[in-house]
């Protein structure tokens, strides 16, 4: 079966940066798109940013110029390089893979103190 696993989550002071990553693996050969997501609590799931087989990406207006996403075709991995951390980017932040179905990872927990 197809399975996401997220890494890189924790606790960072506001202005700081983390790297998350998200590993595929199972039978498939690659997917239409990756991307993240985030919920906080009481809160809505929200797309972070998303990137297509083609390289086009999306980002929240909110993540805009600090998040970066990128992609490993041949491993079908996705990374998201998040700097300028703020308090309101905490949430627990979640790996989705596009194919025929849509897999999602277990979620990675990104704590951002003030």
């Known amino acids: 079966q197809v399975r996401l696993v997220e890494s890189g989550g924790g606790l960072v002071q506001a202005g700081g940066s983390l790297r998350l990553s998200c590993a595929v693996s199972g039978n498939i050969l690659s997917f239409n798109s990756m991307g993240w997501y985030r919920q906080a609590p009481g809160k809505q799931r929200e797309l972070v940013a998303q990137?297509?087989?083609?390289?086009?990406?999306n980002y929240a207006d909110s993540v805009k110029g600090r998040f970066a996403i990128s992609r490993d075709g041949v491993k079908n991995a996705v990374y998201l390089q998040m700097n300028s951390l703020k308090p309101e980017d905490t949430a627990v932040y979640y790996c989705?893979?596009?194919?025929?179905?849509?897999?999602w990872g277990q979620g990675t927990q990104v704590t951002v103190s003030s």
């Open positions: 989705n893979a596009e194919s025929v179905f849509d897999y």
């Open positions: 990137i297509t087989t083609g390289g086009k990406t």
